[in-house]
Nanobody
Framework: QVQLVESGGGLVQAGGSLRLSCAAS????????MGWYRQVPGKQQELVAT???????NYADSVKGRFTISRDNAANTVFLQMNSLKPEDTAVYYC???????????????WGKGTLVTVSS
């Protein structure tokens, strides 16, 4: 069974920092592309950052220079370090994986349930 479990969300003041974690199980993590997305109720989900199996990274323009995505293959975990947070970063943050589950030959998209980040002004 594939599971992605996010943690690290919470309430922080503008200018503060948070570190999100996403622990994955049931997938071949080292070969997976991982990403963070966010969604504000009533708005479209948006990509925040991605990291490939080869550790190439991509960021939304709105978070470049403030957020850093990283992965620890030994721990099957992807992180999102968020610095200089702004009220507009308030959203539910979701972890996504494009991965192959154990005993599967297909790559599929898997999602976590999300963690809420609230940035107060």
């Amino acid at each position: 069974q594939v599971q992605l479990v996010e943690s690290g969300g919470g309430l922080v003041q503008a200018g503060g920092s948070l570190r999100l974690s996403c622990a994955a199980s049931g997938i071949i993590f080292s070969a997976a592309a991982m990403g963070w997305y966010r969604q504000v109720p009533g708005k479209q989900q948006e990509l925040v950052a991605t990291v490939t199996s080869g550790e190439s990274t991509n960021y939304a323009d709105s978070v470049k220079g403030r957020f850093t995505i990283s992965r620890d293959n030994a721990a099957n975990t992807v992180f999102l370090q968020m610095n200089s947070l702004k009220p507009e970063d308030t959203a539910v943050y979701y972890c996504k994986s494009r991965a192959r589950a154990y005993r599967s030959t297909q790559y599929m998209d898997y999602w976590g349930k999300g963690t809420l980040v609230t940035v107060s002004s």
